[in-house]
Nanobody
Framework: QVQLVESGGGTVQAGGSLRLSCAAS????????MAWFRQGPGKEREGVSA??????STWYRPSVNGRSTVSHAQNTFYLTMNSLEPEDSAIYYC??????????????????WGRGTQVIVSS
C-alpha cells in the first residue's frame, strides 16, 4: 500500500524559504513521476514541480521556476522554495504516479496523493 506523508509546511514571512518533505512508503520511484501540487483559497489545484525517476528530469511551473528546487533522496521527496511570496500560500500536496505520465504538472497522471501540508506566506 502506497502512502505519502507531507511535512514542512508552516507560516513564513515573504522573502523567506521553506523545504517541504514527502515521505513515501510502499512505493518504488524508478521510472515513475513524483510531483508537488498546491491549492490556494478559492483556487484550483495546480502543479508546482515534478521529478522523473529520482531526478533524471524535473519540471517547474513558471511562477516558481528559478526559486524552487525539487529533489529526491532515498524514500523522501523534497521541494525547497525560496523568495516566498504571499501568492505561494496554499495547501501543498505530494503525488506519485504508477508509471509514465504525458504531462508531469497535470494532476490527471497521478494515482497516489498525500493529505497535504499548509504553507502560509505573510506579507
Amino acid at each position: 500500500q502506497v502512502q505519502l506523508v507531507e511535512s514542512g509546511g508552516g507560516t513564513v514571512q515573504a522573502g523567506g524559504s521553506l523545504r517541504l518533505s514527502c515521505a513515501a512508503s510502499g512505493y518504488t520511484p524508478s521510472r515513475k513521476y513524483m510531483a508537488w501540487f498546491r491549492q490556494g483559497p478559492g483556487k484550483e489545484r495546480e502543479g508546482v514541480s515534478a521529478i522523473y525517476d529520482q531526478g533524471i528530469s524535473t519540471w517547474y511551473r513558471p511562477s516558481v521556476n528559478g526559486r524552487s528546487t525539487v529533489s529526491h533522496a532515498q524514500n523522501t521527496f523534497y521541494l525547497t522554495m525560496n523568495s516566498l511570496e504571499p501568492e505561494d500560500s496554499a495547501i501543498y500536496y505530494c503525488a506519485a504516479s504508477r508509471g509514465l505520465v504525458s504531462r508531469p504538472l497535470s494532476s490527471t497522471g497521478y494515482a497516489f496523493w498525500g493529505r497535504g501540508t499548509q504553507v502560509i506566506v505573510s506579507s
